[in-house]
């Protein structure tokens, strides 16, 4: 069993964490989120904001990478 949330984060990570930051995959993630919701219940991506995630970073001055050398 999954979530969709899962699904479209862990595709996003796959794809992006070796190059984009945190908070680019979090809105990756969001919009990869929102299509697949759209296809699974055949509905426009803003009918929906259950599953929006929610991403706030307090006192980072920088970006976050998974990869630190960049």
Same mark, same amino acid.
């Given at each position: 069993m999954?979530?969709?949330?899962? =699904?479209?984060?862990?595709?996003?990570?796959a $794809? /992006?964490?070796?190059y +984009?930051?945190? *908070? #680019?995959?979090? +809105? +990756?993630?969001?919009? =990869?989120?929102?299509? *697949?919701?759209?296809v699974? =219940?055949?509905? #426009?991506?803003? *009918? @929906?904001? $259950?599953?929006?995630?929610? /991403? $706030?970073? /307090?006192?980072? $001055? +920088? @970006?976050l990478? /998974?990869?630190?050398?960049?």
């Amino acid at each position: 069993m999954y979530t969709y949330f899962g =699904r479209a984060l862990s595709h996003t990570l796959a $794809q /992006f964490a070796s190059y +984009k930051s945190l *908070d #680019e995959i979090i +809105k +990756k993630t969001t919009a =990869r989120l929102e299509s *697949d919701l759209a296809v699974v =219940r055949g509905m #426009e991506p803003t *009918d @929906d904001n $259950q599953h929006n995630p929610e /991403f $706030q970073t /307090f006192g980072v $001055q +920088k @970006d976050l990478y /998974f990869n630190p050398g960049l």
